[in-house]
């Protein structure tokens, strides 16, 4: 995998390679913005998350102390002599006095607690009505304690309010009248403008049954009305205070943050202050920072680009050009080729002054090869017996003026032959098996004797001898052959056979027996040289040619009859 991928790399262009490198260099860059870009995100996240908390703190803390005083106020109007002994026209002075010093309230009413019907408020009752079915009366005279109330709308004020009741007892612990104060919310909104939050941002104060009850967006949209389901529940299910990102009441991403208000002596909170921050506001700020940022970085991105191509164009590109078209120039065989005195300095000026080197022995070189090819070409073209340059398929290459004599050829017609169209066929098999041993080096050289065919069709005798000239790596790449013309001695040595043949002939036909021979005087046996005594007939057959046949002759016929006779 890695060789493939430095092979690839190698294959590249060194423009690509520059390019390639200066992205690789700014990829460090790239991680840092989009890490930085990262943190900001999370910075903003957090930065939202505390936003919000502060909010809701702010409104929860507001309305804690707001519950504190409105516990305390109610505590000493209950005290009061005239609110103990019922008296209406001096209870709705004293109210009405407070209300106007007091604008967080919406109203403070006196119930009576049997009938719950109201009488006395801080405001004109301009019609009777009764708190026997709210909330804060029931847990008022159920716990004869301050009691939180529930979302509603004033009787008399006619704003969307929640109520607290506090128990006015007796000597005997009995409830003698309560006391309700409804808070008014419009000074929140007063005081979220004074935060200077980002824009969208929204608070909600939901009653314990998850209404609405204030919102500083589009109130008349959402108070009175249930707030979202799984919102409320995860604030109820959730800890006292809590933040998470959520879909608000108003359909968009939020970071939303919460705070639980409860009394003392309740189990379950009567408020949840909820603040939120849109997402995307939040985030938008971090996200322009991001894009100013890779903007900087792109416009430094392609500044390096250019800068990388421009530098690795001069610097780079055109001296490797230069080197190119010199090594063309020096492949084409223009051996005066020089570039050291134009490219000068650095890697690329010592591979230029190489570059030179490597011409000068090449020129060097190239004189030498000329010189030996020229002596070689004299020596084979002086040569007095025939010689050849030939290929490995059997191609005359180069042929001397003595070959070109014995086969009677002109050099260029010679030169376009194989040896296989000058050798007779019966002879060319004779070739193959010696020039597979000298191909695979078992010898040297071959020496073979050989009929050929000139060009008037004559058979010419030759004597061969084969070497192979290897290059520089040890592999053939010609055959060098000399043939001598070797007919003459070829004619005088058949016509010395044909000689030797009638000389055997004669010799056959003709033995003769000469010189002085020991004969036996008794039995005519005759002693050889090696001092053996032979039969008469034995040694005449084996030292000539004569054979000999038995007969009797007349005398010795005679002679014989007459002995019988006698």
Same mark, same amino acid.
């Given at each position: 995998?890695?060789?493939?991928? &430095?092979?690839?790399?190698?294959?590249?262009?060194?423009?690509?390679?520059?390019?390639?490198?200066?992205?690789?260099?700014?990829?460090?860059?790239?991680?840092? $913005? %989009?890490?930085?870009?990262?943190?900001?995100?999370?910075?903003?996240? *957090?930065?939202?998350?505390?936003?919000?908390?502060?909010?809701?703190?702010?409104?929860?803390?507001?309305?804690?102390?707001?519950?504190?005083?409105?516990? *305390?106020?109610?505590?000493?109007?209950?005290?009061?002599?005239?609110?103990?002994?019922? /008296?209406?026209?001096?209870?709705?002075?004293?109210?009405?006095?407070?209300?106007?010093?007091?604008?967080?309230?919406?109203?403070?009413?006196?119930?009576?607690?049997?009938?719950?019907?109201?009488?006395?408020?801080?405001?004109?009752?301009?019609?009777?009505?009764?708190?026997?079915?709210?909330?804060?009366?029931?847990?008022?005279?159920?716990?004869?304690?301050?009691?939180?109330?529930?979302?509603?709308?004033?009787?008399?004020?006619?704003?969307?309010?929640?109520?607290?009741?506090?128990?006015?007892?007796?000597?005997?612990?009995?409830?003698?009248?309560?006391?309700? %104060?409804?808070?008014?919310?419009?000074?929140?909104?007063?005081?979220?403008?004074?935060?200077?939050?980002?824009?969208?941002?929204?608070?909600?104060?939901?009653?314990?049954? @998850?209404?609405?009850?204030?919102?500083? &967006?589009?109130?008349?949209?959402?108070?009175?009305?249930?707030?979202?389901?799984?919102?409320?529940?995860?604030?109820?299910?959730?800890?006292?205070?809590?933040?998470?990102?959520?879909?608000?009441?108003?359909?968009?991403?939020? $970071?939303?943050?919460?705070?639980?208000?409860?009394?003392?002596?309740?189990?379950?909170?009567?408020?949840?202050?909820?603040?939120?921050?849109?997402?995307?506001?939040?985030?938008?700020?971090?996200?322009?920072?991001?894009? =100013?940022?890779?903007?900087?970085?792109?416009?430094?991105?392609?500044?390096?680009?250019?800068? #990388?191509?421009?530098?690795?164009?001069?610097?780079?590109?055109?001296?490797?050009?230069?080197? *190119?078209?010199?090594?063309?120039?020096? #492949?084409?065989?223009?051996?005066?080729?020089?570039?050291?005195?134009?490219?000068?300095?650095?890697?690329?000026?010592?591979?230029? *002054?190489?570059?030179?080197?490597?011409?000068?022995?090449?020129?060097?070189?190239?004189?030498?090869?000329?010189?030996?090819?020229?002596?070689?070409?004299?020596?084979?073209?002086?040569?007095?017996? @025939?010689?050849?340059?030939?290929?490995?398929?059997?191609?005359?290459?180069?042929?001397?003026?003595?070959?070109?004599?014995?086969?009677? =050829?002109?050099?260029?017609?010679?030169?376009?032959?194989?040896?296989?169209?000058?050798?007779?066929?019966?002879?060319?098999?004779?070739?193959?098996?010696?020039?597979?041993?000298?191909?695979?080096?078992?010898?040297?050289?071959?020496?073979?004797?050989?009929?050929?065919?000139?060009?008037?069709?004559?058979?010419?005798?030759?004597?061969?001898? #084969?070497?192979?000239? /290897?290059?520089?790596?040890?592999?053939?790449?010609?055959?060098?052959?000399?043939?001598?013309?070797?007919?003459?001695?070829?004619?005088?040595?058949?016509?010395?056979?044909?000689? $030797?043949?009638?000389?055997? @002939?004669?010799?056959?036909?003709?033995?003769?027996?000469?010189?002085? &021979?020991?004969?036996?005087?008794?039995?005519?046996?005759?002693? !050889?040289?090696?001092?053996?005594?032979?039969?008469?007939?034995?040694?005449?057959?084996?030292?000539?040619?004569?054979?000999?046949?038995?007969?009797?002759?007349? !005398?010795?016929?005679?002679?014989?009859?007459?002995?019988?006779?006698?």
């Amino acid at each position: 995998m890695i060789q493939s991928l &430095l092979d690839y790399l190698s294959s590249l262009s060194l423009r690509k390679l520059l390019l390639l490198l200066t992205l690789l260099l700014a990829l460090p860059a790239v991680g840092l $913005i %989009v890490h930085f870009g990262l943190d900001q995100h999370h910075d903003a996240l *957090q930065e939202g998350v505390a936003e919000t908390r502060k909010l809701a703190h702010s409104i929860a803390s507001e309305q804690r102390n707001l519950t504190a005083a409105a516990h *305390q106020l109610v505590t000493v109007l209950g005290q009061l002599p005239q609110v103990r002994e019922h /008296k209406t026209a001096a209870v709705n002075g004293i109210l009405t006095s407070v209300l106007a010093l007091n604008p967080q309230y919406a109203n403070i009413v006196i119930a009576d607690p049997t009938t719950g019907d109201v009488w006395a408020s801080a405001l004109p009752l301009t019609k009777p009505f009764s708190l026997r079915d709210k909330r804060t009366f029931r847990n008022a005279v159920k716990t004869r304690q301050f009691s939180s109330g529930e979302y509603v709308i004033g009787q008399i004020s006619t704003k969307p309010t929640i109520g607290f009741g506090y128990p006015v007892l007796d000597e005997k612990g009995e409830v003698k009248a309560v006391i309700a %104060v409804n808070f008014n919310f419009d000074h929140y909104n007063v005081l979220f403008n004074q935060a200077g939050l980002p824009q969208g941002t929204t608070f909600n104060i939901i009653d314990y049954n @998850g209404v609405i009850i204030d919102r500083n &967006l589009n109130p008349e949209g959402f108070v009175g009305k249930k707030a979202n389901d799984g919102i409320f529940m995860s604030m109820v299910n959730g800890p006292e205070e809590n933040s998470f990102i959520d879909v608000g009441v108003s359909g968009d991403r939020r $970071i939303i943050s919460y705070t639980k208000l409860r009394l003392r002596n309740e189990t379950f909170p009567y408020l949840y202050v909820r603040a939120g921050i849109p997402l995307q506001a939040t985030l938008s700020k971090a996200a322009e920072k991001q894009f =100013y940022n890779m903007a900087f970085l792109s416009l430094f991105l392609l500044a390096a680009i250019f800068l #990388a191509l421009f530098i690795g164009k001069h610097c780079f590109v055109n001296r490797i050009t230069a080197l *190119q078209e010199a090594s063309h120039r020096l #492949a084409a065989g223009n051996l005066h080729t020089r570039v050291s005195a134009c490219l000068q300095g650095g890697e690329l000026g010592d591979l230029a *002054q190489t570059f030179d080197q490597m011409a000068d022995q090449l020129s060097v070189r190239e004189k030498a090869v000329r010189e030996s090819e020229a002596r070689f070409r004299s020596a084979l073209e002086n040569a007095p017996i @025939g010689m050849a340059l030939v290929s490995l398929n059997g191609a005359f290459l180069l042929v001397n003026r003595a070959l070109c004599a014995i086969l009677g =050829y002109e050099k260029e017609a010679l030169q376009g032959l194989t040896f296989a169209e000058v050798t007779h066929p019966d002879d060319l098999n004779l070739d193959i098996p010696n020039v597979e041993r000298l191909l695979d080096g078992e010898v040297s050289a071959y020496t073979v004797e050989k009929r050929y065919i000139t060009k008037g069709r004559e058979l010419v005798w030759g004597q061969l001898t #084969a070497s192979v000239l /290897k290059g520089d790596e040890g592999d053939p790449e010609y055959f060098i052959v000399q043939i001598e013309d070797i007919s003459d001695r070829k004619r005088v040595e058949k016509e010395r056979e044909g000689l $030797i043949g009638d000389l055997q @002939g004669a010799l056959c036909d003709v033995r003769i027996l000469s010189g002085l &021979l020991p004969i036996c005087d008794s039995c005519k046996k005759i002693r !050889d040289d090696k001092g053996y005594w032979n039969q008469l007939e034995t040694y005449i057959s084996k030292h000539s040619g004569a054979m000999f046949s038995y007969g009797i002759c007349p !005398d010795c016929e005679a002679r014989l009859q007459g002995r019988r006779e006698t």
